[in-house]
């Protein structure tokens, strides 16, 4: 029996010390935020999980404004977040969204339900999480073009501030089934592709070092001048009856535009093609120049399985070519008219 007593009352102790650690930590977030220009509101905390876990629920939580000089500005809008972490293993904190949430950047607005979603983030003492994962369930986006829908979306974002040149200072990993997208994102290609995306996932990784504070035209050049290099690892689709996958390496030329190469697979490229040209993507001379090669690329994935063509992509000069064929003039980037939160750490 006394054994048992103190074994509650250290649970108790533990509990009430999490408690104070966790409420601790989203106060110095919130003062983080203001001191950094954004206008942070939130209604009054509240308490749970007693006893295998420390919850505080956190109704109302708004941010508005920031250091994000952007046209229209910056609102987010949360209606309920809980943050968790499981006793005695401390080492992980769980944000959970609950209810419908809004955001406003430059004029757009959206909003956001899912059946489940949910933020992990390390826990270690005195150091910012460098990391962070988000899952989804039933996710469902709310946009002036209508609702998209997402049946799964799983997101990893790591970071890392001692990068070397040929280390990665940021990874981006997203993993998406069941894609939906909006009525009003209508376009020539839905006649052919549909408005379901199967399946959609990317790893993204931007090696460093990432300049200090600056310009963004500043910082885009110490970052190519150190090496830097934005890789695409890996990206695979599929949607209606185009099934691609490819891999890139970008830098910047001495423009400051994107150049590099990479290699694309595709399956079903002959509706690829025409579907772009007549979404107007590419020019239908470029597309019936390609399509007319397909037969000399193509190969045959294996037995049963659909034909597939492997490309060449580079990207130069501002044009994308394939195979040698260009196809698509690339939009100028004006780093000039950047948001400001490229010139801050």
């Known amino acids: 029996m006394i054994t048992l007593v103190i074994i509650g009352g250290v649970q108790a102790m533990l509990w009430r ?11 110095a977030w919130v003062q983080q935020r203001r001191a950094q220009g954004w206008i942070v509101s939130h209604a009054t905390p509240s308490w749970g999980g007693w006893p295998f876990a420390v919850k505080l629920s956190v109704r109302a939580l708004s941010l508005e404004g920031g250091a994000l000089t952007v046209p229209g500005g910056v609102a987010v809008d949360f209606e309920q977040l809980t943050f968790s972490t499981a006793l005695p293993w401390v080492d992980t904190l769980q944000i959970d969204f609950h209810g419908t949430h ?4 430059a004029g757009q607005q959206w909003r956001v339900t899912a059946e489940r979603m949910a933020m992990h983030l390390p826990l270690a003492t005195d150091v910012l999480p460098r990391e962070a994962r988000l899952t989804a369930l039933g ?5 002036a073009d209508g609702e998209v829908t997402v049946a799964r979306l799983a997101v990893g974002l790591a970071a ?12 981006l990993a997203v993993d998406a089934e069941g894609v939906v997208l909006a009525p009003g994102m209508a376009s020539a290609s839905d006649a052919r592709f549909g ?3 199967a399946a959609l996932s990317l790893d993204l990784a931007l090696t460093g070092p990432i300049p200090p504070a600056g310009l963004p035209s500043s910082r885009a050049e110490a970052w190519r001048d150190s090496g830097g290099t934005l890789e695409l690892r ?6 209606g009856p185009v099934a691609a996958s490819a ?27 025409g579907a772009l040209a007549e979404a107007g993507l590419i020019g239908r001379r470029a597309a019936n120049t390609a399509r007319s090669m397909l037969p000399l690329l193509a190969r045959q994935a294996g037995a049963g399985g659909a034909p597939d063509v492997e490309l ?3 990207i130069e000069a501002r044009t994308l070519a394939v195979a040698r064929i260009p196809v698509l003039r690339v939009q100028p980037l004006d780093w000039a008219a950047l948001p400001a939160i490229l010139s801050s750490d």
Request: proline share 3%; net charge negative.
């Open 312 to 314: 060449p992509l580079t």
């Open 102 to 105: 809004r955001a406003r950047i």
């Open 195 to 197: 408005r379901d995306i």
């Open 234 to 239: 890996s990206f695979a689709l599929r949607w």
């Open 139 to 143: 996710l469902r986006v709310g946009t």
């Open 17 to 27: 010390f999490m408690a104070h650690q966790v409420e601790k930590g989203f106060l």
């Open 160 to 171: 890392s501030s001692t990068a070397t040149e040929a280390e990665a200072a940021m990874q």
């Open 247 to 273: 891999a890139a390496t970008l830098a910047l030329d001495e423009d400051l535009q994107p150049m590099g190469a990479g290699t694309l697979r595709v399956a079903g490229a002959s509706e690829a093609l």
